[in-house]
């Protein structure tokens, strides 16, 4: 998976319920971030992280938690207050070297 | 907070034309614009970057030009083959201010 690693690949969260999307990286990269898709709608920051023990609200950070205990994780709760969470999750990382993120597989999560 | 704004929203292109997508930002102290190209139900990845002192950057079928006055940057594919149809982002940061905002996307559509 490119060293950057998202599980599940696909969630189901009933309403009300809270659910965690899971992301993890082997290319010590200082910088995490989690990103939502909807269609035509690009990708769209949630929250993200330099550094362990910080991270910063994104442009749609409202019904979202993260936390980064380790540098090597970053997961993402969606939470009941997230009135629309069906849609595909993108995390990604970024080292202090030349180039792009490394975006994981993504999960779809889908409220049923 | 920048601003990307991507054109067209879908293109499509017989098999050996060649395709152009355009970007404007914002934020005149952007300086990073890479592309990422997502095909269907993969992650994205990046295919091609540029820096803010470059004018121009190719690699084999594919150029990105900038022009920092203007504040915006395409992509360009010569000789597109079917293997090209994805979608295809945009994005502009300051470098290692981790702030990168993504365009909407470009669905690219190759017709054998």
């Known amino acids: 998976d490119g060293g950057i690693t998202q599980s599940p690949k696909y969630l189901f969260r009933k309403e009300g319920q809270n659910v965690t999307l899971s992301c993890e990286q082997n290319?010590?990269?200082?910088?995490m971030y989690w990103y939502r898709q909807d269609p035509g709608q690009g990708l769209r920051l949630i929250y993200y992280?330099?550094?362990?023990?910080?991270?910063q609200k994104g442009d749609i950070a409202e019904g979202y938690s993260v936390s980064r205990e380790k540098k090597e994780s970053f997961p993402l709760t969606v939470t009941s207050a997230q009135k629309n969470p069906t849609a595909f999750y993108l995390c990604?990382?970024?080292?202090?070297?030349?180039?792009?993120?490394?975006f994981g597989s993504g999960t779809r999560l889908t409220v049923v | 907070g920048e601003n990307v704004e991507q054109h067209p929203s879908t293109l499509s292109v017989q098999e050996g034309d060649s395709a152009v997508i355009k970007c404007t930002y914002s934020?005149?102290?952007?300086?990073?614009f890479p592309w990422y190209k997502q095909e269907l139900g993969k992650r994205p990845q990046l295919i091609i970057d540029?820096?803010?002192?470059?004018g121009e950057k190719k690699d084999q079928r594919i150029a990105v030009t900038l022009n920092k006055t203007a504040k915006h940057f395409s992509l360009h594919i010569t000789e597109t083959q079917p293997e090209d149809s994805a979608v295809y982002f945009c994005?502009?940061?300051?470098?290692?201010?981790?702030?990168?905002?993504f365009g909407a996307g470009t669905r690219l559509t190759v017709k054998p």
């Open positions: 994005a502009a940061s300051r470098k290692w201010d981790n702030d990168m905002r």
């Open positions: 540029i820096r803010s002192n470059v």
């Open positions: 990604a990382s970024l080292g202090q070297v030349d180039g792009g993120y490394t």
């Open positions: 934020d005149s102290a952007s300086n990073y």
């Open positions: 290319l010590n990269h200082d910088a």
């Open positions: 992280s330099q550094i362990v023990n910080d991270f």
